[in-house]
């Protein structure tokens, strides 16, 4: 997400998180684990294959992946 340099509100990071959960491979658990970085933090290695990162200095957080109450993406 673009911030400007301006911190997040913790609303907008657990709802990101949810949806990451929800179209995730275990989006059917009942929690998830999800890790956070940021784009400073994640490189593509030479020659790997597409959509394969690696990151440094991640966060992580348990989220339920039900979207249900989630506002409209803008």
């Known amino acids: 997400m673009k911030t400007n340099g301006e911190e997040l509100p913790d609303r907008t990071f657990e709802e990101a998180a949810r949806l990451a959960a929800h179209y995730s491979k275990n989006s059917g658990a009942e929690k ?5 970085v940021e784009k400073k933090q994640v490189k593509k290695p030479n020659g790997s294959k597409p959509g394969f990162v690696v990151y440094y200095t991640n966060y992580s957080m348990m989220i339920d ?3 249900s109450g989630i506002q409209e993406v803008q």
């Open 32 to 36: 998830v684990e999800v890790d956070y």
């Open 65 to 67: 992946s039900d979207i």
